[in-house]
């Protein structure tokens, strides 16, 4: 998971300063990890306090729903600035 993130926040930033606008895609890619470290903290809670496997199952897909937002969100703001 770790590296997951860590290999996004790379990717992510990348792009993100390959570009033109320094500033707005560095605030861009900010906002972009904390709101990132913001589901992961989530999920972590959630999967903490899961004592059954469909609590489990449920936490996971919560998390899949929350990155999949993130991830048109992000697509929707990029479109938006070019």
């Known amino acids: 998971m770790i590296k997951i993130l ?3 926040i790379t ?4 792009l993100a300063f390959a570009e033109g606008n ?3 895609n560095k605030t861009r ?3 972009f990890i ?3 470290e913001a589901t992961i903290v989530a999920h972590k ?3 903490e306090k899961a004592t059954k496997q469909e609590e489990l199952r449920d936490c996971n897909k919560a998390q ?3 990155a999949m937002k993130q991830k048109q969100g992000m697509k ?3 479109k938006e600035t070019n």
């Open 11 to 14: 990717l992510v930033s990348s």
């Open 29 to 31: 890619t900010l906002t």
């Open 76 to 78: 929707r703001e990029k």
């Open 34 to 36: 904390g709101e990132r």
């Open 45 to 47: 809670a959630c999967v």
């Open 6 to 8: 860590t290999l996004l």
């Open 22 to 24: 320094f500033e707005e």
């Open 64 to 66: 899949r729903m929350a």
